[in-house]
């Protein structure tokens, strides 16, 4: 008997499942820094350009080519490939989305743990009175200590598990929509505080974002801002299309696609207006990566008033940002599982966790009993994220884009997202041209070596 394939109840449902996948580690961290780095404001416009022209248009396409197959990335790609008359092969699109969330969820759940983890470490006052040094030195105690990543790669893959386990609209939309919430107030409370204790810094901060330096604008600065557009919406995993293909007729995906990609650009702009006054009013600086998150904010939480709750706080919203993309990378692989075997929601979603948990031991183990273990120069975790973001997520992308801008019936395709004869020409011309280039122009960049 076929299984009958799930849809979202809501529009807003799904809205807030597609910006909680997009709303992840890297907005919190990697954007407000490479805004900051790159000529603020102007680097703020130049990356809203690639979200609108660039991000937008393949989410949209992603979306569309789910709700037509509906069903797993793999297969909708198949079935969408056969009735318009093309090769079953473009299925390769679909394989390569939904494995590259697998190999990618392996090692975003240690990352997870590590928040999660921080969210104890701050409430027991371990940030109190601490130096550079004292920072630095319980991150990597920490690292080094098998069995608290192992315990917290753990709990984080089973908090995971367990919301996609009750399904798209129990677990998906209704876990979004209690989250996304609670994580834009947690992050406007963490503005609000920084506002009103870091004094001239917040003014410092907001100079740092948004003062325009538009001679940082070069070519690797606007590399930069494509790529991290691209990834920042989760594209080319295969979530997208995944969640597409519970959509119903009715919803618009443009006008969505428009609102997803707006929350996306505000939470991370403002979670550079809540991390970096705390950085610049304690005199730290502002580019450290990870460590600016697992190093660097400690020694502020440790030494001001509150500090201790506001670090709480921090790490909740961290785990919050993290969880949300957690399920939505979890979800394609269930999703295939469960339409292709006999195996219920819950057995698929067992299945699937364990074997992305087992791979994560593998991946927290890079950086402890296992660090010397090397393959092209990187260790597990390391070779990992490079073979996901640098090649199989642009592959998906440049695939689902190329199908969709020159595969399909672009007349249905008109009628689908409602689009007059001047704007279907520009949709025409992004995908047929101008995303195509982009997409090879990330990776490009993405294998060159970085300074």
């Known amino acids: 008997m076929k299984k009958s394939h799930s849809q979202w109840s809501s529009r807003m449902g799904f809205m807030l499942a597609a910006a909680g996948s997009a709303v992840g580690l890297g ?3 990697k954007f407000p820094y490479m805004a900051g780095e790159m000529g603020g404001s102007a680097f703020v416009l130049t990356y809203l350009i690639c979200m609108f022209v660039i991000g937008l248009p393949i989410l949209v396409a ?34 390569i989305g939904v494995l590259g969330s697998f190999l990618i969820l392996s090692f975003y759940s240690v990352i997870g743990g590590w928040a999660t983890d921080y969210i104890v470490i701050a409430a027991k006052g371990s940030f109190v009175g601490m130096n550079g040094n004292g920072t630095s030195q319980l991150f990597e105690n920490f690292l080094g200590s098998v069995s608290h990543l192992f315990i ?60 325009p330096n538009w001679s940082a604008i070069t070519g690797k600065a606007v590399l930069a801002a494509l790529g991290h557009a691209f990834f920042s919406l989760s594209l080319g995993m295969g979530i997208m299309m995944a969640y597409g293909s519970y959509l119903g007729k009715d919803v618009n995906l443009i006008s ?55 670090g709480v706080l921090f790490f909740i919203f961290l785990t ?12 394609p692989t269930v999703e295939l599982l469960e339409e292709k075997t006999r195996l219920s929601r819950v057995s698929a979603t067992v299945v699937s966790s364990v074997v992305i948990w087992a791979l994560g031991i593998a991946c927290l ?18 070779l990992l994220d490079y073979l996901t973001s640098k090649l199989m997520l642009p592959l998906t992308g440049l695939g689902t884009i190329v199908f969709a801008g020159w595969m399909m019936n672009q007349q249905l395709i008109r009628e689908e997202l409602h689009l007059g004869p001047a704007l279907f020409a520009l949709w025409k011309f992004l995908c047929r041209i101008v995303i195509p280039i982009a997409v090879v122009a990330i990776m490009i960049y993405g294998f060159m070596p970085q300074k």
């Open 27 to 29: 907005n919190i961290w």
């Open 62 to 95: 992603e979306w569309l080519i789910g709700r037509r197959g509906q069903k797993n990335p793999i297969h909708t790609m198949e079935d969408v490939a056969k009735a318009e008359g093309r090769s079953k092969n473009w299925r390769w699109v679909g394989i």
């Open 152 to 211: 917290w790669h753990t709990v984080f893959m089973f908090a995971t598990a367990f919301i996609v386990a009750l399904g798209v609209g129990a677990g998906l939309e209704r876990s979004c929509k209690i989250m996304m919430p609670g994580l834009g107030l947690l992050l406007i409370g963490l503005v609000v505080y920084a506002a009103l204790v870091s004094g001239p810094a917040f003014e410092q901060a907001f100079k740092f974002l948004f003062t």
């Open 256 to 310: 969505t696609a428009r609102t997803v990609v707006i929350l996306d650009v505000i939470v991370a702009i403002l979670s550079g207006m809540a991390i970096f006054p705390l950085v610049f009013a304690n005199g730290l600086q502002p580019g450290e990566g990870a460590g600016l998150i697992f190093v660097t904010l400690p020694i502020a939480f440790g030494n001001m008033a509150g500090g201790t709750i506001l």
């Open 320 to 331: 919050f940002a993290a969880l949300t993309s957690s399920i939505s990378l979890l979800e």
């Open 365 to 382: 183990l890079s950086f402890n009993e296992w660090k010397q273990v090397t393959l092209f120069g990187k260790n597990i975790f390391d």
